[in-house]
C-alpha cells in the first residue's frame, strides 16, 4: 500500500461558509414566528444547524513536517499534507503521522564479533517517515517498529567483522568507522523499507569489549604497542650504528677490524636500545689490551 493524496479543501473559506450556513439557519428559526404553520420554517431551521454542526466535525489542522492519515470506514482514503486549517469528509477519521526527522540511540548490546570475541556495541540511528500510508497500516507500532529492527541489523552488523584489524585489507569495527556506518545503515535500510520509513545516518555510538575479556585485550593491545614500539627502536638504532661506522671509516678516524667492529655495534646498540640510562665507562688502556 502506497502513499496517496487525500480529499481536503482549504479550511478558511469553508469557514465562511458554514457561518453563511448557520445564519442561514438561525433566520429560518427566527423567521418561524411570522408563518402560518411555523413548524416548517423551525424544523427547517433546526436541520440547518445540526447540519452545520456535522460539518464542523470536518475540519482539521495539519502542522508543518506533518501528515493526516485518513481512513473511511476502515478504508485508506489518502494522506493530507498541506499545512494549516483544512476540511475534509466529516466521516473520515484521522491520524496524525510525523514527518519530521528522529533519531534515538539503541541501547548496549552484547555480540561476539567475527572473531569471536564478546563485545558492547550501540548505535544512533537518525531516521524519518517517507510513506506515512506504509508507516501505519504495514506495521502495528512503526516507532517500535524501527527500535527493534535498527538492533536486529546492529547485531547483525557486528557479527560480520572483527574488533580489531589483524590483516590490513580487512575492515574492522575499530578502524573503519565509515565502512562500517554505511553497511549499517544499508542494513537497517533493507529492514525499513516495508514500513516507509528513510534511514538518514546510522552511526556507531559506543564500542568496547565485553567486561570478561577487557583485561586481557587491554593487555594484548599493550603487548602489541610494545613490540611495535621495540621495532621501530631496533630499526633506528640499527642505521645510527651504520650511520657511525661509515663514518669512522670515511674519515680515516680509526680502523676496527671485524671483532672490534663487532664489540662497538653491541655496545651502541645497548646504548640505544637500553630502558635505562647507560654509566659510561673510561678505556684508560689500549684499544685491544683493555
Known amino acids: 500500500m502506497n502513499e496517496r493524496q487525500g480529499f481536503s479543501l482549504a479550511g478558511i473559506p469553508f469557514v465562511g461558509f458554514c457561518l453563511l450556513l448557520a445564519a442561514f439557519g438561525i433566520w429560518l428559526v427566527l423567521s418561524s414566528a411570522g408563518h402560518q404553520p411555523p413548524l416548517a420554517s423551525f424544523f427547517g431551521g433546526v436541520v440547518v444547524l445540526v447540519f452545520t454542526a456535522f460539518l464542523l466535525k470536518g475540519f482539521f489542522q495539519v502542522a508543518p513536517n506533518e ?17 494549516g486549517l483544512r476540511w475534509t469528509n466529516p466521516f473520515y477519521s484521522r491520524r496524525r503521522v510525523s514527518l519530521r526527522v528522529r533519531n534515538f540511540e539503541s541501547g548496549k548490546l552484547k555480540v561476539n564479533d567475527s572473531d569471536g570475541n564478546p563485545i558492547e556495541i550501540a548505535a544512533v540511528v537518525v531516521w524519518q517517515v517517507v510513506d506515512t500510508a506504509e508507516a501505519v497500516f504495514q506495521v502495528d507500532d512503526y516507532e517500535n517498529f524501527v527500535h527493534i529492527q ?19 585489507g580487512k575492515p574492522s569495527l575499530r578502524s573503519h568507522g565509515e565502512v562500517i556506518n554505511n553497511h549499517l545503515r544499508d542494513e537497517i535500510q533493507a529492514r525499513l523499507d516495508k514500513a516507509g520509513v528513510s534511514v538518514i545516518e546510522a552511526r556507531i555510538s559506543h564500542l568496547a569489549y565485553a567486561q570478561e575479556i577487557a583485561q586481557a585485550m587491554l593487555q ?6 610494545i613490540v611495535a614500539a621495540r621495532g621501530r627502536i631496533v630499526e ?11 663514518s669512522l671509516r670515511e674519515q680515516g678516524v680509526v680502523e676496527l ?12 646498540l645497548v646504548v640505544l636500545c637500553g630502558d635505562r640510562a647507560t654509566q659510561p665507562v673510561v678505556n684508560t688502556g689500549t684499544l685491544y689490551g683493555g
Not at 476502515?74 to 499545512?83: F, I
Not at 594484548?220 to 604497542?225: E, F, T
Not at 677490524?257 to 651502541?268: I, P, T
Open 236 to 246: 633506528g638504532a640499527v642505521g645510527m650504528v651504520a650511520m657511525a661506522l661509515d
Open 257 to 268: 677490524d671485524e671483532e672490534r667492529k663487532a664489540a662497538m655495534v653491541s655496545n651502541l
Open 220 to 225: 594484548r593491545q599493550q603487548a602489541s604497542a
Open 67 to 83: 501528515g493526516q492519515v485518513m481512513q473511511l470506514f476502515g478504508k485508506y482514503a489518502g494522506t493530507v499534507r498541506e499545512e
Open 150 to 168: 535498527s538492533e536486529s541489523a546492529l547485531r547483525q552488523m557486528a557479527q560480520n567483522y572483527p574488533y580489531d584489524a589483524h590483516d590490513d
